[in-house]
């Protein structure tokens, strides 16, 4: 197979769009919905600093692993891969790592929309004032009313898929990059609103010191290794979703430099989540560790009770889809182009099977929080479970994969000539990291994961 200079699906108009899109990608449900539940189970601050750590020497090596890989590729991951190991002489079975991250780019979406559909859910219960003046139990009652009905949350994800398929059947130029063009402003100027919001809250310090002092004491041996996993999760890595967008990448476009401001736009919205979240949970006597409800069931007491409060929580909840969205979009990315590629199907009916396949997996997420919620496997329900072999084992064995890849599989002077870092000291750091340090801190991860699943 021989290898494109540029994708047949094609370009971002510029390094802006590729930095606006890859974020939008990391940026999403793992920073504003997952990341404050985690942290908050988790103890805080301990668990920030450990995340904080995981993003530098795992994530961001890894990212830029990805982004040359997909760069240099210009194909979906699988052809990626497949024609990246002949140019390398080795195995065309490096394409399974493309097709381990097609299965866990549908099996995260399936769930994913499921979460994005409760938010759109209330975005329709704040702007109707359903929230306003509601106590603890009134909140508590709405959002289990909500997950106890199959039928209205399988209407919110078939919405919410059919939102997403939109913009994919688009196209990269026309769809991706003007939908991210629009988000992802649009979203950064909706946080600052609700960190200035918590700002005034009495709790704010508070909130402040829960992020950021660390208490080692609350940080369990698990918890460490929840951190690490997000690290993945976040910066949307180990699937092809970041390999996918590198191969639109135009050329010249510094790799290094790209990396450093999406992995810093993805972390600085997870801490403005949690700046802008806390401080009202503290305000109002809530629980940090309620667990993945925590945005849906504290946040709308505090919109019940602040003045203008059904404006903000139809605003926040806005902003929560919006970021749900982009990231919904890579998810898919990877498994069109193949189609598209080697089945010469046109993008739209490759955007109608796959939405309709995650979609119809979504429904078992649907089940699982009422019809189902007895039925668990490992102790885990559908959802749970879902969301456990992605986050947990595929996508840092994905992510061990491409570090290999990249560090030991393809060519020195292939991957520098990709990466054209001038610093020969940074170059020398990149390859350290991802030759040993961050192949290990995934091999911890993944065993982890092993032991847990024995145990459960
Ligand atoms: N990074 C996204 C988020 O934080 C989720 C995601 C994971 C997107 C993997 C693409 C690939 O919500």
Same mark, same amino acid.
């Given at each position: ?107 995260? +979406? ?16 704040? /702007? ?28 919110? %994800? ?24 629009? +988000? ?11 960190? /200035? ?99 849906? &069931? !504290? ?53 109608? $099977? ?17 019809? $189902? ?21 595929? +996508? ?18 292939? &991957? ?13 750091? $990149? ?6 340090? !961050? ?12 032991? &847990?699943? %024995?145990?459960?």
């Amino acid at each position: 197979m021989t290898r494109p200079r540029t994708s047949i699906h094609g370009e971002w108009s510029s390094r802006w769009a590729f930095v606006l899109a890859a974020a939008g990608s990391a940026v999403g449900l793992g920073n504003i919905w997952k990341f404050p539940y985690i942290t908050g189970e988790n103890g805080g601050g301990a668990f920030v600093l450990v995340y904080l750590v995981c993003i530098a020497v795992i994530g961001i090596p890894i990212m830029m692993a990805e982004v040359l890989i997909g760069r240099r590729g210009r194909q979906s991951p699988i052809n990626t891969m497949t024609s990246l190991s002949e140019e390398a002489g080795k195995s065309r079975r490096w394409s399974l790592l493309g097709w381990s991250g097609v299965v866990a780019g549908f099996m995260i +979406l399936s769930y994913y929309s499921v979460i994005a559909g409760w938010a759109l859910a209330y975005v329709f219960r704040s /702007g109707i004032g359903m929230f306003h003046g509601a106590d603890a139990d009134q909140v508590a009652g709405i959002f289990s009313e909500l997950l106890a009905s199959p039928e209205r949350l399988l209407a919110w %994800h078939t919405i919410f898929m059919v939102m997403t398929m939109v913009v994919v059947a688009r196209g990269v130029r026309s769809g991706l990059e003007k939908a991210v063009r629009f +988000l992802m402003p649009v979203l950064f100027i909706l946080l600052i609103v609700m960190v /200035g919001y918590a700002m005034n809250t009495a709790a704010f310090g508070k909130g402040v010191a829960f992020l950021f002092s660390p208490d080692f004491g609350k940080l369990s041996r698990d918890g460490v290794l929840i951190a690490m996993g997000h690290a993945f999760f976040t910066l949307s890595l180990g699937m092809g979703a970041i390999m996918i967008y590198g191969s639109y990448m135009p050329e010249r476009a510094s790799i290094a430099k790209t990396t450093f401001m999406i992995a810093g736009a993805d972390t600085l919205v997870a801490l403005m989540a949690g700046l802008a979240i806390f401080p009202i949970v503290f305000a109002n006597n809530l629980e940090p560790s309620a667990g993945p409800g925590l945005i849906f &069931v !504290t946040l709308p007491l505090a919109f019940g009770q602040m003045p203008g409060g059904s404006f903000f929580g139809t605003l926040f909840f806005i902003l929560v889809v919006f970021a749900a969205w982009t990231s919904s979009i890579s998810l898919v990315e990877p498994a069109v182009t193949w189609m598209v590629e080697n089945h010469g199907m046109r993008r739209l009916t490759a955007c109608v $099977w796959s939405g309709i396949a995650i979609w119809a997996l979504g429904i078992g997420s649907v089940l699982s929080f009422n019809v $189902w919620s007895d039925y668990t496997l490992f102790g885990k329900t559908f959802f749970d479970l879902m969301d456990y072999l992605t986050s947990n084992i595929m +996508l840092p064995l994905g992510g061990l994969f491409i570090a290999i890849f990249a560090a030991w599989v393809m060519k020195d002077a292939d &991957v520098r000539d990709e990466l054209a870092i001038v610093n020969k000291l940074g170059y020398r750091l $990149w390859r350290v990291l991802v030759r040993y340090v !961050t192949p290990l801190g995934v091999i911890i991860v993944f065993l982890n994961a092993i032991g &847990v699943l %024995h145990a459960g």
